[in-house]
Each structure stands twice: as structure tokens, then as C-alpha cells.
Nanobody, 123 residues
């Protein structure tokens, strides 16, 4: 069992930056692939980025490549999402998920989820 708590969301102007954090507790953090997803009103949950258990492998959806960076600190049981050059279309609830698989971008394979943090980008 893993409990996840996101923080760091807020309101920012286009072009600005935010850093999201997701703190984990429960089962050993390093046993889980960690991912960030986002969900806008009326839309399905969308993959944003993921990082492997050791942190050596990452993947990003095309729309955030070069702007977002995922990282993890296994000693602190925390995964981060640095978001730069934010755009209004990045507005959504951002959720972190934990998966026991080696690597996947599909939300159906993430077993544990946080409650989400709202990111709003104004134009």
C-alpha cells in the first residue's frame, strides 16, 4: 500500500513555472515506477511523464518535451515535476501515480494515486 500526496499547484501566468511534488509513504518508494498524469474537466486522464524506479529512465508526452522535467529522490520518497514555459493548455488537475511495473505510460497500470493538485495557467 502506498499513499501519495501532491503539492505545488497554483495559478501562474503563461510562460511561468511551477514545481510539483508528490510525497509517498507506505511501501518502499523505490519499488514503484512513478508517473505524472493530468486531467482537465470533461477529458480523460492524460499521461504527462514517468520515471523508472531507479530514476535512470524517463518518458514524456510530446506536448511537454523540453518544458517539463521529472525527477525523483528515493531517499526522500518524493517525485517532482518541474514545469517551465507553461501554457494555458497545461491547465488541469495533476495527479501522481505509482505502478509496480517496470515502465508504462497507461494509467490503467498505475495502482496508487494521489488526490491531485490544480494547475491553472492564465493567458
Amino acid at each position: 500500500q502506498v499513499q501519495l500526496v501532491e503539492s505545488g499547484g497554483g495559478l501562474v501566468q503563461a510562460g511561468g513555472s511551477l514545481r510539483l511534488s508528490c510525497a509517498a509513504s507506505g511501501s518502499p518508494f523505490s519499488n514503484y515506477l512513478m508517473g505524472w498524469f493530468r486531467q482537465a474537466p470533461g477529458k480523460e486522464r492524460e499521461f504527462v511523464t514517468a520515471i523508472s524506479k531507479s530514476g535512470s529512465n524517463t518518458s514524456y508526452t510530446d506536448s511537454v518535451k523540453g518544458r517539463f522535467t521529472i525527477s525523483r529522490d528515493n531517499a526522500r520518497n518524493t517525485v517532482y515535476l518541474q514545469m517551465n514555459s507553461l501554457k494555458p493548455e497545461d491547465t488541469a488537475v495533476y495527479l501522481c501515480g505509482a505502478s509496480p511495473l517496470a515502465f508504462t505510460t497507461s494509467p490503467r497500470w498505475y495502482r496508487y494515486w494521489g488526490q491531485g493538485t490544480q494547475v491553472t495557467v492564465s493567458s
